[in-house]
Structure formats: C-alpha cells, structure tokens
C-alpha cells in the first residue's frame, strides 16, 4: 500500500529554491513527529529537518537557515522548503516518521546544478 507520496523535486541552479511536499494516506502523520531525509549517490541516507506533532522543528547544521519545513494536519502532509541551495544538497529526497517508520516513498529527486 502506498502511504506517503513526495513531490516537488527537480532541476535548480545554485541560489535557487524549492518546495517539497510529502502527502500522507489517512492518519500515518497524525500524532507522529514527521522528517525530510535525503540521500545522495555513494552515501547513506540522512535526516535534513524533522516536525514534531506539536510543530517543534529541528535541522542539522548544513541547512539549518535554509530549510524549513512545516505540516499540515488538515491535509496530512508536510512541506519542505528550500532556499539557497547548493550543489552538495543534491539527492533523493523522502519523508517518513523517525519513531515508527513507513515503507518509503518513491522520493523527489532535487538537482541543484548550473
């Protein structure tokens, strides 16, 4: 069964920005805290910003002031925006419950590139 969709992913100059969006099927986010991941080729995937179910937000160092992402409970999906963006911030990118994990998503491929 398919329980997250991500999109809004694609090609970006250096400087650019982007907005993510992750929908939920039913409740899967409901009480849960939600968070972005990434993984670039070669590399292990990672986490790049996560919401608690209260909206407490929190980011690595490497995009902290850059990303930002937020929820919408009505809608059951959670948002990543992207500003600033650097070749390094290339990769997949998926959403899932860092608590209690879902199957992945297919993920939103970003390419930040000039």
């Known amino acids: 069964q398919v329980l997250v969709v991500e999109s809004g992913g694609g090609l970006v100059q250096p400087g650019g920005s982007l907005r993510l969006s992750c929908a939920a099927s039913?409740?899967?986010?409901?009480?849960?805290?939600v968070g972005w991941y990434r993984q670039a080729p070669g590399k292990q995937r990672e986490l790049v910003a996560r919401?608690?179910?209260?909206?407490?937000?929190n980011y690595p160092d490497s995009v902290k002031g850059r990303f930002t992402i937020s929820r919408d409970n009505v809608k059951n999906t959670v948002y990543l925006q992207m500003n600033s963006l650097k070749p390094e911030d290339t990769a997949v990118y998926y959403c899932?419950?860092?608590?209690?994990?879902?199957?992945w998503g297919q993920g939103t491929q970003v390419t930040v590139s000039s």
């Open positions: 899932n419950r860092p608590a209690a994990f879902v199957p």
């Open positions: 039913g409740r899967v986010f409901s009480v849960y805290a």
């Open positions: 919401i608690s179910s209260g909206g407490d937000t």
